[in-house]
């Protein structure tokens, strides 16, 4: 075999063998179709040009830190979401945060700054946090969906399905010690169940091994301010938990 083309075939093969030792951090979701390749002009028809070096339909692989993810990711395609932002809303915090909140998806003033939880719902967050003794620099902030739905609409399961591969890698580089969903929207996606909010709330759960804690997403507290007692409780425990360490599900 010529010398040349038996050095690609060997690289060709060793970076299959590569990608076979991470198969399960690859976090594809199995029981979806794998999503088909389109074509360059698909790009040019959602109105959204990719910037330039990125790969508008990357693929879900293993990266070596959150800002190297973020570079490869944020001129994501794969959904109808991509064509409509302003900005990919990828997550903020430091590598080392313990605890990981997460929220639903971008807001406009999000989409505007590509920081997620930074209008009025993020300014009670951080109220919150700082009720509590926490500071919003020391915890990982993120939602379901990278980009903002239209007319800041609920996201539709099919788009959650696309982008949530995004979220298993960060959690696997981030390893948290416990997650927060914030609302309903975050909870039922991660915990795969339509339970109320309400029963919910108030124990600990697991997501791929992680624990996770439910609580009210702020926006939810902004219109119904009589929830605020209890969403403070709950941000309480779960310093107690994150404190203690006793972060252990019912039944474990």
Not at 75 to 87: D, N, S, V, Y
Not at 141 to 151: E, F, G, L, Q, T
Not at 183 to 199: M, N, P
Not at 215 to 235: F, G, I
Request: glycine share 8%; hydrophobic share 40%.
């Amino acid at each position: 075999m010529d010398p040349h083309k038996e050095s690609i075939l060997r690289r060709v093969i060793n970076y299959v063998e590569y990608l076979s030792l991470y198969e399960k951090e690859l976090y594809l979701r199995r029981d979806l179709p794998a999503p088909k390749a389109r074509p360059k002009a698909a790009a040019a028809q959602t109105g959204q040009k990719a910037a330039s070096g990125l790969n508008p339909y990357p693929e879900y692989a293993p990266y070596s830190s959150l800002a190297q993810m973020e570079a490869a990711s944020k001129g994501c395609l794969r959904c109808a979401l991509g064509a409509g932002r302003t900005k990919f809303v990828f997550g903020v915090g430091p590598e080392e945060a313990k605890v990981v909140f997460i929220g639903e998806g971008p807001g406009a003033e999000e989409d505007k700054r590509g920081e997620p939880f930074v209008g009025r719902a993020g300014m009670l967050l951080n109220e919150m946090l700082e009720q509590i003794e926490w500071r919003r620099e020391d915890v990982y902030i993120c939602n379901m969906v990278k980009c903002r739905p239209p007319s800041n609409r609920d996201p539709l399961p099919e788009e959650i399905a696309m982008c949530e591969p995004y979220l298993h890698e960060q959690l696997r580089l981030l390893q948290p010690r416990i997650i927060v969903a914030l609302g309903r929207i975050a909870a039922h996606a991660l915990l795969g169940t339509q339970a109320t909010l309400g029963s919910l709330r108030g124990r600990l759960h697991k997501f791929r091994g992680i624990p996770l804690w439910v609580t009210y997403h702020p926006a939810a507290l902004l219109r119904n301010q009589n929830l605020m007692p209890d969403a403070h409780q709950d941000l309480l425990t779960l310093k107690r938990m994150v404190t203690s360490g006793s972060l252990t599900s019912e039944g474990e």
